[in-house]
C-alpha cells in the first residue's frame, strides 16, 4: 500500500493544516510539497501516534483496528457502509464550513486525521476501491496494540477464518424438526430413466445441473456407463460422489438457480468462491448445535457483506424479482439476493445433499434453525427391500429396493402420477416411501424398441420380489411371441334408421371417412371425421344429431 507521503500527494496546503492541528502540530513551511515532507516525518512517531488512538472515540478505534486487522485495507463501499461516508467539498466549501471540527462519520474523523485514504488497487477480480491505512502509519498502529483479534473483522483474508457468526437456536425455533436425507438419489433416479426413456417430466433444473457437473448427463442425455456405476454403487457412496461433486464444480451455480430471481444479462459470477466462502463461514457454527439462521445471516450481512461481490459491485448485476419482474439493484435488495442467496445454500442445497438439519418455529413454512451434520450422525441406508407385483401388472417399488432395479422397471412401464412415487400417510415430508408402476403392452412396445426385452425383465422381477404371479408370468410371454391380443378402443358410431341413408352416405364424396361396418344401419366413423360425416348428411338431406358432443 502507499506509504504516507505518496497518500498526502492529492491534499492542498490547507487540507496539511487541518491534518496537523488535530495531531496538535504546525506546520512551519508554507509551500505544499515541503509542508507534506515536514508533515510526514511529524506523524510518524510511535509516541504522538500513540497518544493520537487514545484520544479518538472508541468507535473511531475500532474502525482504525479493524482495518488494521484486516492487512490495512477493506473494499471502501464495505467500510462506508459500518463507518459512514467522507462528504465531497472543495477547498473553499471545506474552509467554509470546517468539517473536522463536526465530522459527519467515523470514516471523515479518520480522514481529517490521516489516518484514512482511499485509492484503487488491483485484484483478482480487478482494479477495487479500497479504504486504507498508509503503510508506514500502518507498522506504527499495530506495533502499539498488536494483532488484536478482539475487534470485527470485515474483509476476510486468505490466511484468517471469520469469528463466530450468529447465534445458538431457542427451543422455539426448533418446534419441528426435518432430518438431512439421502432422497436426492432417489429423485436422481426417477430423472434419470425419464430422460433415458425420453418421457414428459417435471425437470428439476437444480438435479439436472448436480447431474451434469457429475458427468452423469450429456446435453441432457444419460451416459450409460457412468449411470450405471452412480446407480449400483452403495447409497453412502452415491452421495458422497454427488456432495463432492458440487463442492468442486465451476458450473453449478447457486444464484442462478434461486427460484425468486431471474439474472439476466452477460455478466458473470464466481459460484466456487463463493461457496467455498460460505464454507469457511459455516465452519465457525459448533458442530451437533442447532444454530438460529436469521443471526447467522445478519452477521455475514454485517460484517461480509461483500462475500460473492467483487468490487463490491451492487449496480452491474442485472438480476430481477421473479414475482414481479422488479429489479434488484444497489445494496439496499441485499437481503433478497445476497441474504436470499445464504437461506438457499443452507435450507435448499446443503438439505437436500443430505448435509444438514432443518428446524421450523411452530406453524412456520420456512425454517428458522440448522444444524449441520456429521458423519457419524447420518444414516446409511441398505438397498434390500424387495418389489411387490400384482396379478394386474401393477408393481410397487420400495424406495430402499435398489435403485438400478427401478431404473430398470421404470424402463419397462408405465408411470403413475409424479414419476410413479406415492407419499405414505402422515409423512411430515413429501418425499415418498414408494413408486407404482404398472406394466402394458404400449410400455413393452417402447422397451422393446429401446433393444429391451421380457426375457430381460422377468428375471429382474424374480430376483427382488417375493415372487410372480404366474398368470402375469404367462400374459408376458405370450405378448413376447403374439404381441397385444386384445384391443380396447374408443369409437365414434353412426347409426342410421334405415339402411337406405347409409348407402346413399356410401355413394358420397364423405364414404373414405367410413370405417368398419358393423352392421346394415351402423358403421365407425374413422378417427376426427365426425364432422365431415355430420355435413356430408346434411348435404344429402338427413339433419343428424351428434351424441359424442353432448359432454363437451
Known amino acids: 500500500m502507499p506509504d504516507l507521503i505518496t497518500s498526502l500527494l492529492n491534499h492542498d496546503l490547507g487540507h496539511l493544516r ?15 510539497d515541503a509542508a507534506r515532507e515536514e508533515l510526514s516525518a511529524s506523524l510518524l512517531d510511535f509516541e504522538l501516534v500513540a497518544e493520537l488512538m487514545d484520544s479518538l472515540s472508541p468507535t473511531a478505534q475500532t474502525a482504525v483496528t479493524t482495518l488494521a486487522n484486516s492487512d490495512g485495507r477493506i473494499a471502501w463501499s464495505t467500510f462506508t457502509r459500518q463507518y459512514g461516508d467522507i462528504r465531497e467539498m472543495g477547498a473553499g466549501k471545506r474552509d467554509r464550513e470546517r ?5 459527519a462519520s467515523i470514516a471523515e474523523a479518520l480522514f481529517y486525521r490521516g489516518l484514512l485514504a482511499r485509492a484503487f488497487f488491483d485484484t483478482e477480480k480487478g482494479p477495487q476501491e479500497f479504504a486504507y491505512i498508509p503503510d508506514d502509519l500502518l507498522s506504527l498502529i499495530q506495533s502499539r ?6 475487534a470485527s473483522i470485515m474483509l476476510l483474508g486468505a490466511d484468517r477464518d471469520p469469528p463466530l457468526l450468529g447465534r445458538e437456536s431457542t427451543p422455539a425455533e426448533k418446534i419441528r424438526v426435518i432430518p438431512a436425507n439421502d432422497h436426492i438419489l432417489d429423485d436422481a433416479t426417477t430423472l434419470l430413466a425419464a430422460l433415458r426413456l425420453v418421457r414428459e417430466t417435471k425437470l428439476d433444473l437444480k438435479l439436472m445441473a448436480l447431474l451434469r457437473a457429475a458427468g452423469l448427463l450429456k446435453k441432457n442425455i444419460p451416459q450409460t456407463e457412468k449411470v450405471k456405476a452412480f446407480l449400483e454403487a452403495l447409497r453412502a457412496d452415491a452421495l458422497n460422489m454427488l456432495v463432492e461433486t458440487w463442492r468442486l464444480s465451476t458450473t453449478f451455480d447457486e444464484l442462478r438457480l434461486m427460484p425468486a430471481v431471474i439474472c439476466e444479462g452477460e455478466w458473470t459470477n464466481a459460484p466456487l468462491d463463493t461457496r467455498n466462502l460460505l464454507f469457511r463461514f459455516l465452519q465457525t457454527v459448533p458442530q451437533n448445535k442447532w444454530w438460529n439462521l436469521n443471526s447467522f445471516v445478519k452477521a455475514i450481512k454485517e460484517k461480509y457483506p461483500d462475500f460473492q461481490r467483487p468490487a463490491s459491485d451492487y449496480d452491474s448485476w442485472f438480476i430481477k424479482r421473479a414475482s414481479d419482474g422488479v429489479y434488484l439493484r444497489g445494496f439496499e435488495h441485499w437481503d433478497e439476493v445476497d441474504g436470499a442467496l445464504i437461506r438457499y445454500f443452507i435450507t435448499d442445497v446443503l438439505h437436500w445433499l443430505g448435509q444438514v438439519d432443518l428446524g421450523f418455529a411452530e406453524e412456520s413454512g420456512v425454517a428458522t434453525s440448522f444444524r449441520i451434520t456429521t458423519p457419524d450422525s447420518r444414516i446409511s441406508n441398505i438397498e434390500k427391500e424387495k418389489l411387490h407385483i400384482s396379478s394386474q401388472g401393477k408393481i410397487t417399488v ?6 438400478a ?15 410413479g412415487r406415492v407419499a405414505p400417510k402422515g409423512h411430515i415430508e413429501t418425499k415418498t416411501d414408494e413408486y407404482r408402476y404398472h406394466i402394458t403392452p404400449r410400455s413393452l412396445m417402447k422397451a422393446k424398441d429401446a433393444g429391451l426385452k421380457v426375457e430381460h425383465l422377468l428375471p429382474l422381477l424374480a ?3 417375493g415372487g410372480i404371479p404366474p398368470v402375469l408370468v404367462k400374459a408376458l410371454k405370450r405378448w413376447e411371441v403374439n404381441g397385444a391380443e386384445v384391443r380396447a378402443e374408443t369409437q365414434v358410431i353412426l347409426r342410421v334408421s334405415k339402411p337406405e341413408i347409409l348407402k346413399e352416405l356410401r355413394k358420397s364424396k364423405a364414404a373414405k371417412f367410413l370405417g368398419e361396418v358393423l352392421s346394415p344401419t351402423t358403421v365407425i366413423v374413422k378417427s376426427g371425421a365426425i364432422q365431415k360425416i355430420m355435413e356430408a348428411l346434411t348435404e344429402l338431406g338427413f339433419l343428424a344429431e351428434d351424441e359424442s358432443r353432448k359432454n363437451e
Open 463 to 465: 430376483k427382488h420380489s
Open 405 to 419: 432395479v427401478r431404473y430398470q422397471i421404470a424402463r419397462f412401464c408405465e408411470w403413475d402420477e409424479d414419476g
Open 99 to 103: 468539517p473536522h471540527l463536526k465530522p
Open 398 to 403: 420400495p424406495r430402499l429396493a435398489p435403485r
Open 145 to 150: 496494540k498488536g494483532r488484536s483479534q478482539s
Open 18 to 32: 487541518i491534518i496537523a492541528g488535530l495531531w496538535g502540530l504546525e506546520l512551519e513551511f508554507n509551500e505544499t
